[in-house]
């Protein structure tokens, strides 16, 4: 069969997906991206946040009237939007064929066999007992590559629907997770981007204590040039961990710490770690022990019970904290969180107003971070020839992929992808810098 894989949320989410295109290569059939003229197309997808939804919905339809033209044979939805609204999709979603649970993803050769065979497949499995090996089909550049080193979380954040879709936090083994990486770096992967919902914990349920520390002085014995981390919580920086990151020199001095809030009350109901004066702390210390270092955050507008007060706190919080990088969203009410019943929910359009103000402020600190690379020589990845802008883009070590800005540099000769070379910054705009490559 010609199976079409579409996924859809985060690059946790395309770890999925890419082991599934390698199961069903395996087993002799013919993998794409292309759900025109598939027997089956798997749309794998995000049920986290209501925009997730409507575009995981939009996906539906749109494969829904392919099949209707006769150019698609079968729709199968997986992920977490089936495992959250099974019954909804069934009863309002006609033009799915097949639906498959975040813990099934190893079943996907059969569910898709039985499909073939005009069945209607429905697989559930345990979401705290999924395994998170075997071979993957990497489908983004060859230079650089997500590994997945736990699934899972044991946060129960208020807000948060994850553990309900995901299970609890299970770590894969140091010598799983390193046999991955060698083959991922033999395959020629230069950045390496460490990814589970939280990497802080690693180990601790396989080990009985943290291991990111040992992993990552295991890692950097590999040929990578880059070694990246997603998602460091706060509450999981100890000296040994701060002293490997600042010494390494493949681990790149980038962090991103989802800190979500720093008022005081707003981080105790919402399960988080802290307050404003321990957040603060944390952050001068590390960039004290981490020279160079930029930092990347998520943060919320409109949590149940922010007040103006705690949003004005904000705001002065990611100006005098120097965060580089954020990621600002509106909060969701999302039904199954504890969140969604608790008193003070914030007005949609006050929460909007307080996103718009809080992306323009934290603009201007990143226009400023910007400005101070004016003239310095910076170590860039190269992503290739962008015929838009007319010249070559890469990122920086404080850029990663796909969330953050762009480097746009001038070469006098053939710059190949997955090439890193040095760019002279010359000039910054709208989040991006431009430059000149220094022979």
């Known amino acids: 069969m010609k199976i079409a894989f579409i996924s859809l949320g985060c690059s ?51 494969l829904g009237e392919l099949k209707g033209e006769g150019k698609l044979g079968k729709l199968l939805v997986c992920g977490c939007l089936s495992q959250r609204y099974r019954e909804d999709i069934l009863s309002d979603l006609p033009e ?32 705290s007992a999924t395994s998170e090996e075997g071979e993957r089909l990497i489908t983004g550049a060859q230079y650089t590559a997500f590994l997945k080193i736990a699934e899972g979380c044991d946060n129960f954040c208020a807000f948060c629907i994850i553990p309900y879709l995901r299970g609890r936090y299970r770590s894969r083994s140091m010598d799983s997770v390193l046999s991955e990486a060698k083959a991922l770096a033999d395959s020629g992967v230069k950045e390496l981007i460490l990814i589970a919902q939280d990497i802080g914990p690693y180990g601790r349920d396989l080990y009985g204590e943290r291991r990111l520390p040992q992993l990552l002085e295991e890692l950097c014995k590999l040929p990578f040039r880059w070694i990246r981390l997603h998602y460091l919580y706060p509450d999981h920086f100890d000296e040994e961990l701060v002293k490997v990151i600042a010494a390494q020199p493949k681990i790149v001095k980038y962090l991103d710490i989802p800190l979500q809030h720093c008022a005081d009350h ?39 019970g922010e007040t103006e007060e705690d949003f004005e706190a904000l705001c002065r919080f990611v100006t005098e904290t120097g965060i580089e990088r954020a990621g600002v969203f509106q909060y969701s009410r999302e039904e199954g969180t504890r969140a969604a019943d608790m ?18 402020l934290q603009s201007a600190v990143l226009d400023r971070y910007n400005e101070s690379r004016l003239g310095s020589v910076m170590e860039v990845l190269c992503e290739g020839y962008d015929p838009q802008m007319g010249c070559y883009a890469g990122r920086t070590y404080a850029d990663s992929v796909e969330v953050d800005g762009r480097v746009f540099f001038t070469a006098a000769g053939l710059v190949p992808a997955g090439e890193f070379v040095n760019v002279r910054i010359t000039g910054a705009e709208d989040g991006d810098l431009t430059g000149e490559i220094e022979e």
């Open 266 to 304: 707003l981080l105790k109901a919402m399960n988080r770690w802290g307050t404003e004066a321990s957040l603060t702390a944390l952050l001068k210390d590390l960039r004290k022990k981490i020279p160079g270092l930029v930092l990347r955050t998520s943060l919320i507008c409109g949590l149940p």
């Open 343 to 360: 008193p003070g929910q914030v007005p949609e359009e006050v929460a909007q107003q307080r996103v718009e103000r809080l992306v323009e």
């Open 12 to 62: 946790k989410n395309l770890i999925n997906t890419e082991q599934m295109m390698a199961l069903c290569r395996a087993a002799g059939h013919q993998v794409s991206g292309d759900p025109e003229g598939a027997d089956v197309a798997v749309l794998n997808t995000c049920g986290f946040i209501d925009a997730a939804k409507s575009e995981a919905i939009e996906h539906i339809i749109a």
């Open 96 to 127: 799915v064929d097949g639906l498959m649970g975040t813990g099934s993803y190893d079943d996907i050769v059969s569910v898709v066999e039985e499909m073939a065979k005009g069945q209607f497949p429905q697989r559930f499995g345990d979401i």
